[in-house]
């Protein structure tokens, strides 16, 4: 039994070390600063903070990734998340959305921090700063009607 459990563990810890050398690539695509939310909208500095903390890191092509990017698999669970964001809502590429998709997505980013989808809370367990509270979730979600009501009265 004892012999089983050692060239388990072995076997484990091979595999552990392999698996370091598959690595998901994690540069981030280029931004083009006109195609950006902040070129098409007003963004007030209390809520682009919150964006910044809490949102950007998966759904811009600005993430700043964390030392764990760099450890197998927490970096593919990752990778996953950062991909599946940015093609949920990037605001890297905002101006590139139709105004119908954009109003979609801001009604969007409202109910999903009111009903706590967003941030994530498996992002939440490493980066307790980016939790909202509910001032900042209301900050936000009054900054998003506002801007619903701008794309509206625009197109």
């Known amino acids: 039994m004892k012999k089983v459990l050692k060239i388990i563990a072995i076997v484990v810890v091979v595999a552990f070390i392999v698996i370091q050398f598959i690595r998901p690539d994690f540069t981030n695509p280029p931004v083009n600063q006109a195609e950006t939310l902040e070129s098409a909208t007003q963004v007030p500095e209390n809520v682009q903070a919150i964006l910044n903390r809490s949102c950007k890191d998966c759904h811009s092509n600005e993430t700043k990734y964390p030392w764990y990017s760099r450890i197998q698999p927490s970096a593919w669970f990752l990778a996953d998340h950062i991909e599946e964001g940015r093609r949920e809502l990037n605001l890297s590429v905002w101006k590139t959305y139709e105004p119908r998709r954009q109003r979609r997505k801001l009604g969007e980013i409202c109910e ?36 619903q009501a701008k794309i509206i009265e625009t197109n």
């Open 112 to 147: 999903q921090i009111q009903a706590k989808e967003m941030p994530l809370p498996s992002y939440l367990w490493i980066h307790w700063d980016a939790k909202m509270s509910e001032a900042e979730i209301k900050t936000i979600c009054d900054w998003t009607v506002a801007e």
